[in-house]
């Protein structure tokens, strides 16, 4: 049966209107808010991941209990730093003026847990207040080779700007988390959350830096042109960008969220046949 997507947060008009004008990085909140009021005129009706809890449990639980998840994660890290040095060094040595530009949520930290405790809430909670509480009292964990990294890229004198879309408001106390976590360079200027668009927010930085390495878990973390995109063209995009990745661009796996959360399978058409 159909469900009612509340698509919008309070206060964040981008957020409103439809799931198709959903802000990009917060389209996984479409697994968290499906409610069966309107929301000042912001709702829709489609069928939703809560049709289909045990699907969204398993994604989940790869994302926060596989080991093959930290070995993806070691592995994007790895490469990361091979990049890095390779780039420092065909630099000259030196980092200044060059910088890395990382995602947060499911790039350096791990925010399993509160999927995990949204999932299990009835339908109804307003879900993006767990997030919003999540940002400022939550205890992620580092994912693995993340601490690592971002201490060479700051002893290689690489700027680090961690640019997210958690939200502003509660900047102060994502600072306080990458900070607790050991993550160097984690300031109010170096810490670049939602206001306008991450491309936009790449651009600015790319004022004063060459950005040598971009990290995220969805593509729009990487060019502008995945924000928004029909899963079709995203592919296209990535067939168009395939030497970037592992290159400069590199992608972090997460199953528990992304824009292709209510994409179709495709199944085998298997030929009918008794066996
Ligand atoms: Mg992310």
Redesign the pocket.
Known sequence: MPVTLWAAGAGFGVYRNSALNLHP?KAWFRAWTYQDTDFQGGSMTETGILDHPHEHAMAIRYQQRSAEIKALQRQCYALATLRLRATVEAAGGSGAGLAVVS?????ILDNAAVMAHAMSRPTGQDKIDIWKLWEREGQPHLIPGAADFFELADELGVTIFYV??RFDENKIATIATLSRLGLPQADADHVRLLGPPKAERRIAIEKSHRIILLL???LH?FDDAFAGSPLEEQHRLTEEHARRFGEDWIV?P?AGHGTWMEAELLPWDAPIRSL
């Open positions: 990085d995602d947060i949520d499911e790039t997210s879309d995220g878990d969805t973390d972090f997460n």
